[in-house]
């Protein structure tokens, strides 16, 4: 089985910064993209930010220019760096990773419990 554990949430004023990282674990063989989304009370889940195994990234328009995604392949970690955060940036933030396990022959999307990042302004 796999795990996404995610860690860095909290509390923050409007201009401030955190980073939240986000630890695969378990079952690996290899992990294809890894990315952040977020869920907003009342709103669906949207995507913020999404990295590939050789480092390609996109991001929402909302985040560019303030978020920056990375990962450590090594370490199976993914990491949002949200700088200049906004009321409007509150949400549950979720990671996602597509992994394949040593004996599959197709990629799975894993998900991590949630962390929560508020943004007073």
């Known amino acids: 089985q796999v795990q996404l554990v995610e860690s860095g949430g909290g509390l923050v004023q409007a201009g401030g910064s955190l980073r939240l990282s986000c630890a695969a674990s378990?079952?690996?063989?290899?992990?294809?993209?890894m990315g952040w989304y977020r869920q907003a009370p009342g709103k669906q889940r949207e995507l913020v930010a999404v990295?590939?195994?050789?480092?390609?990234?996109n991001y929402a328009d909302s985040v560019k220019g303030r978020f920056t995604i990375s990962r450590d392949n090594a370490k199976n970690t993914v990491y949002l760096q949200m700088n200049s955060l906004k009321a409007e940036d509150t949400a549950v933030y979720y990671c996602?990773?597509?992994?394949?396990?040593?004996?599959?022959?197709?990629?799975?999307?894993?998900w991590g419990q949630g962390t929560q990042v508020t943004v007073s302004s």
């Open positions: 996602n990773g597509e992994v394949r396990g040593p004996y599959d022959l197709v990629y799975s999307d894993y």
């Open positions: 990295i590939t195994s050789s480092g390609d990234t």
């Open positions: 378990g079952s690996i063989f290899s992990i294809n993209a």
